[in-house]
């Protein structure tokens, strides 16, 4: 029997809530880059009446969602957002599982440790711990939703890691990667390559390799499929690992632990390793 995809079209526009979706088309307009906008501009963008868009940010304001620039004129994201952001990061269950782990890890290194999650081709911070007694006074600049390019970080290397190619450029179509240091990887087939070494060992490591004055150990995170879902990693702040007197075993011991903790991680998401194939 063939499936009729013109009735599945009709059945779902019929659900459609047209008022819905322009003020959530609204609030996707707004981005870093994009911070304040004036509703002549987001009616121009969006193909609408100005007085429809008007209603609509008068209702996105009353709730919160929207607030007026300093100027009065224009508008920027509300509070409401951002408190909804953080009730999405704080319901997965990887902050769950994952936060008690973090902690022990964080403890048991004397650095700040992290979970990430890959939203397209950008990481997003989900959960960071920090050590009760730092090893250094370093402070990082992430915090929980901090985004970073993916194909540019260790943490993000291992959440792209088993990508194949294909997917690899179907995410990344440009002939040349945004370059963050002289590490970066300048094209998807180098990419691919560095994340296939990443993927046999187990775990990502990088000295400075998205910043000159910090360096990562960074592990995969897996679900039931078996799938990639986050990574987690250790933050260093240094450029090189003798930089903060840390010699080849005690870093050798800091994979062993971000790998053991990223496997506890997945066996908590349901994750079960194939046996190995003898040869």
């Not at 000295?207 to 000159?212: C, L, R, W």
Request: hydrophobic share 40%.
């Amino acid at each position: 029997m063939i499936e009729d995809t013109n009735n599945n079209e009709d059945s779902a526009d019929r659900y459609n809530v047209p008022a819905l979706e322009r003020g959530l088309r609204i609030l996707a307009e707004f981005n870093r880059h994009t911070q304040v906008v004036s509703p002549p501009e987001l009616a121009r963008r969006l193909e609408l009446p100005r007085s429809t868009v008007f209603r609509l940010l008068t209702t996105l304001e009353n709730m919160g969602f929207v607030q007026r620039s300093e100027g009065g004129n224009d508008y920027r994201l509300g509070l409401a957002v951002l408190r909804l952001g953080f009730e999405y990061l704080a319901s997965l269950p990887l902050n769950e599982l994952g936060q008690p782990l973090l902690r022990r890890l964080s403890e048991e290194i004397a650095y700040p440790c992290n979970i990430v999650v890959r939203d397209w081709r950008s990481i997003v911070y989900v959960t960071r711990v920090s050590p009760q007694a730092p090893a250094s006074p370093f402070v990082g600049a992430v915090n929980v939703g901090t985004r970073l390019p993916a194909h540019g970080t260790v943490l993000g290397r291992m959440v792209l890691a088993d990508l194949s190619l294909a997917q690899l450029r179907a995410l990344y179509p440009e002939d040349n990667l945004e370059s963050f240091s002289v590490d970066t990887p300048r094209t998807v087939s180098a990419l691919y390559e560095l994340l296939q070494l990443d993927l046999r060992r187990g775990c990502a490591i990088g000295e400075g390799f998205f910043e000159p004055n910090i360096s990562t150990i960074a592990a995969p995170v897996r679900d039931h499929s078996g799938h990639i879902v986050a990574a987690l990693g250790v933050t260093i702040n240094a450029g090189r690992f003798q930089d903060v007197q840390l010699d080849e075993s005690r870093v050798d011991a800091m994979v062993a632990s971000v790998k053991r903790t990223a496997a506890e991680l997945s066996r908590l998401l349901n994750y079960s390793p194939r046996p190995a194939v003898a040869e």
